[in-house]
């Protein structure tokens, strides 16, 4: 079982030391002088979370390229694909949820979901619109591998297999990346590892990162 108290460590680090940067203060620098020096710390703090992040399972497929793969490419497939889509938007309007219709929708119908979803009139007017399509794909590629289509079986056998690691992959890489990760990739953590999540979050202060998130705004 990978020890992923490492991951949890290196987060809690990183957050302290941007908390640190925030705190920093020096009577003998000017305003650019103390934006400079800050600046430094915040990129060294990143610097070592990108380290500390584990590799991704050699020769895995990620989600969004078994999606790809999967998509129609011949007429025959494209002009089977908007047909479902056709039926998939006559359902939505009818009322019925879209996960519902996802869970009972054959490979060509979910596949049309994924290429359909970005579209759909409650996304394109979320402010949540990107996390609603992940979610709407997350859904599909589950569907397709509990249908058996092969390259999703694989995927999800090579997730299921090293399902921390690949967790706080994305958790360290985002947060590294910005001032927090995506709510998602926290979500994915507490999934497997429930203790390094709280380890992590607990007495999680958001000024922390409201302050990381301006800060990289106002560089020049």
Do not use: C
């Amino acid at each position: 079982m990978t020890d992923t108290s490492r991951f949890a460590a290196a987060v809690r680090g990183y957050r302290d030391e941007i908390a640190a940067a925030m705190q920093i203060s020096d009577a003998n620098l000017s305003a650019t002088g103390l934006g400079e020096k800050q600046r430094a710390a915040v990129a060294a703090a990143r610097a070592r979370l990108l380290a500390a992040v584990p590799p991704l399972p050699a020769g895995g497929k990620s989600r969004d390229d078994v999606l790809a793969g999967l998509g129609a490419s011949s007429v025959d497939q494209i002009a089977r694909m908007q047909h479902e889509q056709t039926k998939v938007r006559a359902l939505l309007d009818a009322g019925r949820p879209l996960a519902q219709i996802i869970a009972e929708a054959d490979d060509v119908r979910a596949l049309a979901i994924a290429d359909l979803v970005e579209t759909l009139p409650q996304v394109l007017e979320s402010q949540s619109g990107a996390e609603i399509v992940a979610e709407v794909r997350g859904l599909v590629f589950e569907r397709l591998a509990d249908l058996g289509v092969e390259s999703a079986v694989k995927v999800r056998d090579v997730e299921q297999q090293n399902a921390p690691v690949i967790a706080w992959h994305r958790a360290m890489s985002e947060t590294a990346a910005g001032s927090d990760a995506s709510l998602g990739a926290w979500q994915d953590v507490y999934r497997v590892d429930a203790e390094g999540y709280e380890t992590v979050r607990g007495g999680f202060d958001g000024q922390v990162d409201e302050w990381a998130r301006r800060f990289d705004l106002a560089q020049p």
